[in-house]
């Protein structure tokens, strides 16, 4: 996790994205996405 960021993986078959927006480098909130592979990018998110 990095500071005002969005960073996402996969785990188990599902793909899970956590975000900091607040700058304190800790996800403020956190999606578990059914799937792997759904083809994400950086510019699918905006904060």
Do not use: C, H, P, Y
């Amino acid at each position: 996790m990095f500071s005002d960021s969005v960073t996402w993986f996969e785990i188990r078959g599902n793909t899970i994205i956590q975000a900091d927006a607040d700058g304190k480098i800790e996800a403020d909130f956190t999606l578990v996405l059914v799937g792997t592979s759904l083809g994400l990018s950086a510019a699918d998110f905006v904060l």
